[in-house]
């Protein structure tokens, strides 16, 4: 983690005073949790500052980031009577399975180096690295224990933890970004990358903060 910052604050010192054009966006899009149990009411947005340097080939970009992913947690959750009856009529064998309800929400700013290898009178294509800092809120519900009536196959009485955590994390982001002009410095936008949670890089477990990121997005360039 040391090492990517100290990287990061070369680029930012070569490129921050030495700008030509500017360009911001508003995106919004999906984002898929590979290593959470469901991928639904999952989304994206973001606000990205772009300014190319005088390197052309290079530029920099400061962005905020919202994603969650709340689709594993039914609607009917806090309705204790609801819960009580799904998880009674539910099936003995696969309960534990289909109680695993996680959900997550993450608010990241960072910045990115985008290198370009793609420039004409109407696209920029651009692949690029970032690394964000971020906080991020996470629901987990889990089943414990069932006792079951054998003669209706019937879940009677359960046990189960829920558990609210939050804390700050650090991201590796690496990504690649198209915009194509629409007239009058008019741009639209897709972006599509990695959003890698730096503990994976370290120990190589599975995070929840780790998604695939896809958005698209409007943009003026000034």
Same mark, same amino acid.
């Given at each position: 983690m040391k090492n990517i910052t100290i990287i990061f604050? =070369? =680029?930012f010192t070569i490129f921050s005073f030495s700008q030509e054009k500017n360009k911001i966006f508003v995106n919004a899009g999906s984002s898929h949790y590979p290593y959470m149990t469901e991928n639904q009411n999952n989304f994206n947005i %973001?606000?990205? =500052? #772009?300014h190319q340097t005088k390197k052309t080939k290079w530029a920099m970009e400061y962005y905020y980031l919202y994603s969650q992913n709340d689709g594993s947690f039914p609607s009917f959750y806090y309705d204790d009577k609801e819960l009580f009856r799904y998880i %009674?009529?539910?099936n003995p064998e696969t309960i534990f399975e289909d109680t695993k309800w996680n959900k997550i929400e993450i608010v990241e700013i960072g910045s990115k180096v985008?290198? /370009? #290898? /793609?420039?004409n009178q109407k696209i920029n294509l651009s692949v690029n690295l970032g690394l964000g800092f971020g906080y991020d809120k996470e629901y987990i519900h889990r089943l414990l224990s069932i006792d079951v009536d054998t003669k209706n196959n019937r879940i009677y009485e359960y046990s189960y933890l829920t558990i609210n955590q939050e804390? =700050?994390?650090g991201a590796v982001f690496p990504g690649i970004h198209l915009d194509y002009h629409l007239g009058q410095n008019f741009l639209l936008a897709?972006?599509?990358?990695?959003h890698l949670d730096v503990n994976m890089i370290q120990n190589a477990s599975e995070s929840n903060t780790t998604f695939w990121n896809f958005s698209i997005g409007i943009g003026k360039k000034f």
């Open positions: 604050l =070369f =680029f %973001s606000v990205n =500052f #772009i %009674s009529f539910g985008h290198y /370009l #290898i /793609l420039k804390g =700050f994390n897709v972006d599509g990358g990695y």
